[in-house]
């Protein structure tokens, strides 16, 4: 295949899992409170991440929290959680593509994702847009979310490697 078509069909498959991506996360989060949410939008990136590398699983979650927040904004539009976004898929990418070791691969890029990047970085957003409750008290709500978001992803990457090793295989024979 030429190098035109390839990066064609990356763009769209990329444009595809951003659209994946914003819905899971606008339309079927499960939300507790402001600052208390699960979604899945976390799938479409570790396809991103498992098919191309970090740099589209970072441009695939950050776009689809960017489009997410413009088209179907939630509150104010804060750049800080945008950011976090590219970085926690950035990293997936990063593990997915590089190791070979199952904690390398899954539980390393998990930890930082949600365990240092959501529960750190996040809450310092959150604090800073709702001042409802300090730093602190964000902190200590979002645990449980970030440790349940840690585990879905624990156990999410080697069931999505799978997946797109298939679909690797079929998108290399032509469509007729």
């Given at each position: ?5 390839t ?25 507790f ?8 939008a ?31 904004p ?11 976004c ?9 593990c ?60 999410l ?10 679909l ?9």
């Open positions: 295949m030429s190098k035109g078509k990066f064609l069909r990356r763009m769209i498959i990329c444009a595809m899992l951003v659209a994946v991506a914003l819905v899971l996360d606008r339309f079927v989060p499960i939300v409170t402001d600052s208390i949410k699960i979604s899945l976390l799938i479409p990136v570790l396809v991103a991440a498992s098919f191309f590398g970090p740099a589209d699983a970072a441009l695939v979650w950050a776009l689809a929290d960017l489009l997410g927040a413009v088209l179907f939630r509150g104010a539009y804060f750049p800080g959680f945008t950011l976090t590219a970085l926690k898929g950035f990293a997936f990418g990063i997915m593509t590089r190791f070979r070791n199952f904690f390398l691969r899954s539980v390393l890029p998990s930890f930082f994702s949600d365990l240092i990047v959501a529960l750190f970085l996040d809450t310092l957003f959150i604090s800073l847009l709702y001042s409802t409750k300090t730093y602190w008290g964000y902190f200590i709500t979002r645990i449980p979310q970030c440790v349940i978001l840690f585990a879905l992803a624990v156990v990457i080697p069931v999505i490697e799978q997946i797109t090793k298939k690797k295989k079929a998108l290399k024979t032509p469509l007729k």
